[in-house]
C-alpha cells in the first residue's frame, strides 16, 4: 500500500480546533514536517506523526482554539525549553532524548509526535 501524506482537510478532521486555519498555512506546516518524518518510520505511523507535529506547531503560533494546550497548562507544564527539549512540571523537568523539538514542543500534540517517534526510532542502547 503507498503512504499518503496527511491533508490540510485531514488535519481539520483529526483536530478541529484548527478548523478556521488557512489551507495554505497547514500545507506549508505539513511540507516542514517532512524534515522530521520520513519513509525511514513506520509507514502506519507516518501519518499520524506527520499530523501531531503539524498540529504542534499550528499551536505553538497562536493559530486554533488551543484547547488541548489550555489542558496541559492546567495539568502542571510549567516551562519549555526548545534547545535539548526541556518541559518543567509540578516538581520537575524532562528531556525527550531525541535532541528534536517543534516550537510547540510543550503541547500535548507533540507528546503524541514523540510516542510515535519512539516507535519508528527506538532509542538504541550499547552495553
Do not use: C, H
Not at 499530523?51 to 504542534?56: F, I, L, Q, R
Amino acid at each position: 500500500m503507498a503512504y499518503v501524506a496527511p491533508t490540510a482537510a485531514s488535519i481539520k478532521v483529526l483536530y478541529p480546533e484548527f478548523a478556521a486555519v488557512a489551507d495554505a498555512t497547514i500545507d506549508a506546516k505539513i511540507a516542514q514536517s517532512l524534515r522530521w518524518v520520513d519513509d525511514s518510520w513506520i509507514e502506519d505511523d507516518r501519518n499520524p506523526a506527520m499530523s501531531a507535529w503539524v498540529a504542534a506547531e499550528l499551536q505553538a503560533a497562536g493559530l486554533g482554539t488551543n484547547a488541548k494546550f489550555a489542558a496541559a497548562k492546567a495539568a502542571g507544564v510549567s516551562r519549555v525549553k526548545s534547545g535539548d527539549l526541556e518541559f518543567s512540571f509540578a516538581g520537575g523537568t524532562g528531556s525527550s532524548g531525541y535532541g528534536i523539538a517543534p516550537s510547540g514542543a510543550s503541547s500535548p500534540y507533540y507528546a503524541d509526535f514523540l510516542a510515535y517517534l519512539r516507535r519508528s526510532k527506538p532509542a538504541v542502547g550499547i552495553v
